[in-house]
């Protein structure tokens, strides 16, 4: 076996949520390209049709599955209907999020609520689902962020919180499953990448942090890609409880 061969995914199944928009259709076309079965879940059924299109294309098998994870029922459906459908569930990529920015003063209990429910809550409920059913060699890989780690000048509490709350949850969940059930949990943590969440950032906002950024430049959602799929694969087989920040260097700024 090369090297090369740990990235490989064949015949495994990986489950990513938000896989209707921005790095989840990149993280299902990835995954589909090394071999891996695809279950797209998110509310926007449509845009998952149009992605799953990206994991038959790639020659793989891809399940959409409407799914709103900050209902723990609707996270045990999405993996009961992985199960019916492949059997398995190997990976998976805890990407659903929202982002949000409100100063705290004015900031409702609602609005703080509901990104916390999505981007910590929801991701909690898809890891319990997949944990009771993931085999050993399995693996789960939480999308956090550089909010979960550093500041970046926007008013996020709630977005901060959640994203650090994930880095909490990575960790517990890696030493509760570690050697009892042979599943690893790390967590990514973005700097900036394009998607429709950037979009929504006010005009001048990423040129006014784009000086933290060492290699000088927004990131390619395909090294993302990437990075996920080293953690996810074989290839990141002894690493487990970590948080790997893939920003440019925003961080060390
Ligand atoms: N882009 C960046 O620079 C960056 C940086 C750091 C971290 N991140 C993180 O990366 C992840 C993906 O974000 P993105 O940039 O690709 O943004 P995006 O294009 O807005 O994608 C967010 C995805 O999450 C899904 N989603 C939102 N609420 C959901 C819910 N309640 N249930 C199920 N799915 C839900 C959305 O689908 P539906 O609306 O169809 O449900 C969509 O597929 C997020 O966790 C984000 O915090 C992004």
């Known amino acids: 076996m090369s090297v090369l061969d740990k990235f490989r995914m064949d015949d495994r199944v990986v489950v990513v949520t938000g896989a209707s928009s921005g790095l989840g259709v990149y993280f299902a076309r990835a995954f589909a390209e090394v071999g891996a079965d695809v279950v797209l879940a998110a509310r926007r059924v449509e845009k998952l ?10 020659g793989r098998a891809a399940l959409s599955v409407a799914t709103d994870v900050a209902d723990p029922a609707a996270a045990a459906r999405m993996v009961e209907a992985a199960m019916e459908r492949f059997g398995r569930v190997d990976v998976l990529i805890n990407n659903a999020g929202i ?3 409100h100063p705290a003063t004015r900031e409702t209990p609602e609005q703080f609520r509901e990104v916390i429910d999505v981007n910590l809550n929801g991701a909690y409920w898809a890891a319990q689902a997949c944990g009771r059913v993931m085999r050993p060699g399995s693996s789960i890989v ?13 008013p996020q509490a709630a977005y901060a919180a959640s994203k650090a709350g994930l880095i909490g949850l990575t960790r517990d969940l890696a030493q509760q499953w570690g050697s009892r059930k042979g599943i690893r949990v790390n967590a990514i943590a973005p700097g900036f990448f394009a998607s429709e969440m950037t979009d929504q950032y006010r005009p001048g906002y990423l040129d006014s942090v784009a000086h933290r950024i060492v290699l000088g430049r927004m990131g390619d959602p395909e ?13 990141g087989g002894y690493v487990t409880g970590q948080t790997i920040a893939v920003d440019g260097g925003f961080t060390i700024n």
């Open 49 to 58: 049709e149009q992605a799953a299109e990206l994991v038959t294309a790639a």
């Open 99 to 101: 982002g949000t920015a």
């Open 142 to 154: 939480n999308i956090s962020s550089v909010l979960g780690l550093t500041t970046a000048g926007l």
């Open 223 to 235: 090294d993302l890609a990437a990075s996920v799929l080293w953690l996810a694969s074989d290839a």
